[in-house]
């Protein structure tokens, strides 16, 4: 195994359980815990992990782990979460999404659906794209801008290498000029008194945006993100339409969702 892929392997389990053994890793990618520890020095000389007596951990910086780390997180439930969705866009919509681990999949559970195009709506094969996105994450552009039954609307800005995301006046400049049918959000804290949140003011902003051109608003989160508070308001509850997340939400949280008059959709 290469260190590239031992890198990948580390980060893969740090991503999803938050720390790192050092004897369990050496175990698990079969190779010696003096190759493992030097591994971790130098993913750590990277400011990727925090390095401990016997391993690392994400610590603070957990959601600084680039976006590819992040994604065997609730990998089934944000799954689920996009398929449904997904299924509630209409053909010929606008739809604006931010970066995520979770958009990127309703990114990929969209280009599912409108795989064969307008077929579906009569008439409608010649009347333009079977969707438009406007997104301002990298990654979502680079993998729907193959996709010729989807128009794919990329706005400008400064590119986070953690998430992906472009952010900034160039952004806002682009998001001014456009309406949204609706905008799938994916954030990092649910509140009830606060609202959703993300860890940047940069990209909290820049979500804000999207909110505010659109005329729907949905949030995609997983339960876990439920009462989670983060440095950067997005906007309040009274700004969501509907909000996505799988069954283990507790009743407390579905209930104040809907007292706030969010419409909420488990899967």
């Known amino acids: ?35 493992i520890r030097r591994d971790l020095d ?12 016997g391993g690392a951990v994400a610590h603070g910086v957990s959601y600084e782990l680039p976006l590819r780390y992040k994604s065997a ?20 919509e606008v739809v604006g999404l931010n970066g995520g681990t979770t958009t990127t999949e309703v990114a990929r559970a969209l280009a599912l ?34 996709r010729p039954q989807i128009k794919i609307v990329t706005t400008g800005g400064v590119a986070r290498p953690q998430t992906y995301e472009l952010v900034g006046p160039l952004t806002v400049g682009v998001l001014n000029e456009v309406v949204l049918d609706v905008v799938v959000l994916g954030v990092d804290g649910v509140d009830p008194e606060l609202g959703v949140m993300a860890h940047h003011e940069d990209e909290a902003s820049i979500s804000r945006l999207f909110a505010e051109r659109s005329s ?16 950067a308001r997005i906007c309040g509850l009274d700004r969501i339409d509907l909000l996505v997340t799988d069954k283990d939400i507790s009743a ?14 488990t899967v």
């Open 73 to 92: 997180r609730h990998a089934s439930e944000k799954q689920r979460i996009a398929a449904a969705v997904a299924d509630l866009v209409t053909p010929g």
């Open 216 to 231: 729907r608003v949905v949030v995609v989160t997983d339960s876990s993100k439920m009462g989670r508070r983060a440095f």
């Open 1 to 35: 195994m290469s260190k590239h892929e031992r890198w990948n392997a580390l980060l893969e389990l740090l991503a999803a359980s938050g720390k790192v053994e050092v004897e369990e890793a050496a175990t698990m990618l079969e190779v010696s815990a003096a190759t």
């Open 113 to 146: 659906r409108f795989a064969s195009g307008r077929a579906e709506t009569p008439g409608a094969a010649t009347a333009g794209p079977a969707l438009t996105v406007v997104t301002n994450a990298l990654n979502i552009a680079g993998e729907l801008a193959v």
């Open 42 to 53: 130098e993913l750590a000389e990277q400011q990727l992990l925090v390095r401990t007596r």
């Open 252 to 265: 407390e949280a579905t209930a104040q969702l809907t007292e706030a008059g969010v419409e909420v959709l």
